[in-house]
């Protein structure tokens, strides 16, 4: 047989690292609120009965896990992570980031309006603000599927799995 020709790929060690820093620290959440919920020891029969031992099982499995990509990216040179000035300053102006930060503000409006106005009149303005900002139709066929989906969402939550929505 010939031998393999395919070569190991490096991945993405960059992202790997700060992947697996931002999931270390999510596993170590993890297991400190597991371990904060009560046991009921005496009413449900010990700690491996506890609503919290699932929990606890996961963020160690996510750490360890997370530990694993984290070494595998430190050996292949994740660690220089910092970019250049020049690259920091392209990354900022890109309008990938600039579409990300509208998303934002559209979602985090939502969730400050959501209290103050009808669920329905909420929906509707973040929907239409994403649909007249990220999508090439026409303002009214925007508004008219912000409209519907709107509807849709009311109804379905608040007659069909009866969530009472504000």
Not at 33 to 39: A, F, G, K, N
Request: positive net charge.
């Amino acid at each position: 047989m010939p031998p393999d020709k395919t070569e190991k790929k490096p991945g993405m060690p960059r992202a790997d690292f700060i992947m697996g820093i931002i999931l270390m620290l999510f596993g170590v959440v993890v297991v400190h609120q597991s371990l904060r919920l009560p046991t009921f020891e005496k009413d449900w029969g010990g700690f491996y009965a506890a609503p919290g031992f699932v929990p606890l099982i996961l963020g160690v499995v996510i750490f360890g896990l997370s530990l694993i990509l984290f070494i595998r990216a430190l050996r292949a040179g994740g660690h220089r992570v910092i970019p250049s000035q020049e690259k920091l300053r392209e990354f900022v102006k890109s309008p990938a980031v600039h579409r990300w930060c509208l998303a934002m503000i559209y979602s985090w409006g939502f969730f400050f309006i959501l209290g103050h106005v009808y669920f329905f009149v909420a929906a509707f303005l973040v929907l239409f603000a994403y649909l007249a900002t990220f999508s090439k139709q026409k303002l009214w066929i925007s508004a008219v599927i912000a409209v519907g989906a709107s509807g849709a969402i009311y109804l379905i939550f608040s007659k069909i799995f009866l969530v009472p929505l504000p």
